[in-house]
Nanobody, 119 residues
Framework: VQLVESGGGLVQAGGSLKLSCAAS????????MAWYRQAPGKQRELVAT????????TYADSVKGRFFISRDNAKNTMYLQMNSLKPEDTAVYYC?????????????WGQGTQVTVSS
């Protein structure tokens, strides 16, 4: 798997975290990307997307106005700035291509990074 997520941690409600996703060069630059998250006992959900050029982004309603996705193609890295965190944001966060109608072009899913927001 050619994806490595980092930057998670334990933070109090209202705090901020910035996640990073390092990816293999050739695959990253040609793909639109996304952040996904999976909370305990729930299905993985889409959080935010960004086009391959970084010129267009979308967000889940639950994070709109609080989270900001960006990418640096020169560094093969994508980011998720998370502000005003809420306990319901607690989850393991993953990055991957978007959309994913079939197998990931990165060979699967990374290990994810745990975000825990305490109330």
């Amino acid at each position: 798997v050619q994806l490595v997520e980092s930057g998670g941690g334990l933070v109090q409600a209202g705090g901020s975290l910035k996640l990073s996703c390092a990816a293999s060069e050739s695959t990253f630059r040609i793909n639109a990307m996304a952040w996904y998250r999976q909370a305990p006992g729930k299905q993985r959900e889409l959080v935010a997307t960004i086009t391959n050029g970084g010129d267009s982004t979308t967000y889940a309603d639950s994070v709109k106005g609080r989270f900001f996705i960006s990418r640096d193609n020169a560094k093969n890295t994508m980011y998720l700035q998370m502000n005003s965190l809420k306990p319901e944001d607690t989850a393991v966060y993953y990055c991957n291509a978007y959309p994913l109608p079939g197998p990931s072009p990165f060979g699967g899913w990374g290990q994810g990074t745990q975000v825990t927001v305490s109330s």
